[in-house]
């Protein structure tokens, strides 16, 4: 069951968290490290500080994705009294901070140079801090949770029911509109594993290339159309 959309806790749908945020990385089409919510990045000559530029990406309600909402959310993951259990994914970090809203500086304890690749997981994906601090249940409950990705929760019944919508102000361009309807069957032997989902990508995205295709089928979940 979709118990949570909380990407910093960790025990998350993927299927789910991977089509409604976007993080610094994402996986192309042959499971390598590319941009997202990063512009740009660069390293140090040790590689152990990575300067990130982002993008210029609006969250839902239309503010701006800012550097700060990275730290942010990197600071819940690890803090001790949120206690995640996905926090040791963030141990090689040594420090991060924000430049502004469009530039994040992350060091690490030692040379990191797969860090796109560690970066791209949904724990670090960034969060709307205020909100959650307001309204404790929002990702148990789903549809006013503000999002960056390219499909926002419309409707969730518990252990029955989840519909995306999308995003219009999405910059990325041709991304499919899709259904997402749980089935309560049991999950694929195989288990869920981004790099062979959806085309390859981490995202969730139905796209190759910006070319459009088929709804995807999610393992346990039915997939249909919607204008």
Request: charged share 25%; aromatic share 12%; proline share 7%.
């Amino acid at each position: 069951d979709m118990g949570t959309l909380d990407w910093n806790y960790g025990e998350v749908n993927p299927e789910i968290v991977y089509q409604i945020m976007e993080g610094l990385f994402r996986a192309d089409e042959q499971g390598r490290p590319v941009p997202a919510a990063a512009k740009s990045y660069s390293w140090n000559k040790e590689k152990t500080e990575l300067e990130i530029t982002l993008e210029k990406r609006a969250w839902s309600d239309g503010e701006p994705v800012c550097a700060r909402h990275f730290v942010d959310s990197w600071n819940r993951l690890t803090s001790k009294e949120f206690a995640s259990g996905y926090a040791h994914f963030a141990h090689g970090l040594k420090s991060y901070k924000a430049q502004g809203c469009e530039k994040l500086i992350v060091a690490f304890v030692r040379p990191t140079p797969e860090a796109p690749a560690l970066l791209s997981l949904y724990v670090f994906f960034p969060l709307r801090l205020e909100q959650w601090e307001v309204e404790k249940k929002i990702f148990n409950e789903g549809k006013t949770l503000i999002v960056n990705g390219p499909f926002k929760v419309e409707h969730w019944t518990k252990n029955q029911r989840m519909i995306l919508g999308n995003l219009r102000a999405f910059q990325r361009r041709n991304v499919v509109l899709f259904v997402v309807v749980h089935k309560n069957q049991a999950p694929s032997p195989e288990g869920f594993t981004p790099s062979t989902t959806c085309d390859g990508r981490h995202d969730g995205f139905s796209t190759v290339n910006d070319r459009p295709q088929s709804p995807v089928f999610i393992p346990g979940f039915a997939t249909e159309t919607a204008d």
